[in-house]
């Protein structure tokens, strides 16, 4: 049921006309279903998702504060640099863990 609600919400982010809020919707909507599958410890499907939201996050939507923009990558960077260290892939895990600390600064 959860996959086909994902669903929906991607087809309407995937419209022409979708509203900032829809895709700011889509983007925790795909963060949020990492967290449950990483607390499942179903990691591989955790890491899907984040690096889904990821890829939002370093496309802020026009008109986003860059403050916000920045926290939302920093999140985004830290929970998949997270179930990258759980699948395995150290290396990408630092690349995202170095790109969050960067934006400490």
């Known amino acids: 049921a959860f996959d086909r609600a994902l669903a929906l919400l991607e087809a309407r982010a995937a419209r022409a006309d979708a ?29 899907s998702r984040f690096e889904r939201a990821l890829d ?31 699948v395995g892939r150290l290396q990408d895990a630092l690349t995202l863990e170095t790109e969050a600390i960067a934006l400490l600064d």
């Open 19 to 47: 509203s900032p809020e829809v895709h700011q919707s889509l983007a925790a909507t795909l963060s949020n279903s990492g967290d449950i599958y990483y607390y499942a410890e179903q990691y591989d499907l955790a890491l």
């Open 56 to 86: 939002m996050a370093r496309r802020p939507l026009a008109g986003t504060p860059e403050s916000t923009a920045r926290r939302r990558l920093s999140q985004a960077l830290i929970r998949t640099a997270a179930a990258a260290k759980e």
